[in-house]
């Protein structure tokens, strides 16, 4: 029996979403927490892969497990008193037997929070950035995210990607209400790194470093050495996984 787990996380203490050989993962702190509560070896495949210190406020992966689970609300429960303070399970959900939580996946989403000032309770969740940015300049140059596939110049070298083609259905900068910039991105996938190195390179657009034709430039050229620094990892949250209604299907 195939189920989908819906998790939230703070990627501060984990070296990435994916398991490691010698270093702690969220792959395989979930791995544990299932195996121990469900009597049996448990290997879940996620959505896709966090980089060290990136946070997911929503992500999705899928387990088997030999007996189909009775109560999926208590075992939830039960499951969230196993995992770390830092990992919280939100929802199992029975999924078809060839549901694939990576594959099946037809949009991610990124967020990406900026904070313009300095302070403590917001630190470990932001990049605290404090020279003035021009966000209507930022905008101007993420829009033309949407018109290129091949993002070579913001994909991290040795990755092995197949293709480093994605297809970016938005890319837009908000100033929230308390003053935060944030960054909302969606596409079909995303390269390893690639969202902090589209972050970094749109901050130095709006602080002057670059215009918006530079910025189109640095796109074009396919040339990673061409872009900004990648914007630090805690700023950066995986926020919404969508899928097609009939993987939920489940045979009787």
């Not at 946070?55 to 088997?64: K, M, Q, R």
């Amino acid at each position: 029996m195939r189920y989908f787990i819906e998790l939230q996380y703070n990627g501060a203490a984990y070296f990435g979403w994916q398991r490691q050989t010698d270093m702690p993962s969220v792959q395989q702190t979930l791995e544990q927490a299932l195996s121990t509560l469900l009597r049996e070896k448990i290997e879940v495949v996620g959505a896709g892969r966090t980089d060290t210190g990136v946070n997911a406020s929503y992500y999705v992966a899928h387990f088997d497990v030999s007996l189909p689970i009775a109560d999926l609300g208590h075992t939830v429960y039960k499951l969230n008193f196993l995992l770390p303070d830092d990992v919280a399970a939100r929802r199992i959900l029975p999924v078809r037997s060839d549901a694939h939580a990576r594959f099946d996946a037809r949009e991610r989403e990124y967020r990406y929070f900026i904070e313009p000032r300095k302070n403590p309770f917001t630190r470990a969740f932001s990049w605290q950035y404090y020279v003035p940015l021009d966000v209507e300049k930022m905008n101007r140059a993420a829009a033309f995210l949407l018109e290129w596939r091949d993002f070579t110049s913001f994909a991290k070298l040795n990755s092995n990607n197949r293709t480093n083609i994605c297809h970016v259905m938005h890319a837009s900068w908000t100033v929230e209400s308390d003053g935060h910039l944030r960054f909302t991105i969606r596409a079909d996938r995303f390269l390893r790194n690639m969202v902090r190195a589209i972050v970094g390179t749109l901050v130095d657009v709006g602080r002057g470093r670059y215009t918006v034709e530079q910025f189109e430039e640095i796109v074009r050229s396919l040339d990673l050495s061409r872009s900004s620094s990648s914007a630090p990892a805690q700023g950066l949250f995986l926020s919404d996984v969508c899928y097609p209604a009939e993987i939920f299907e489940c045979e009787e």
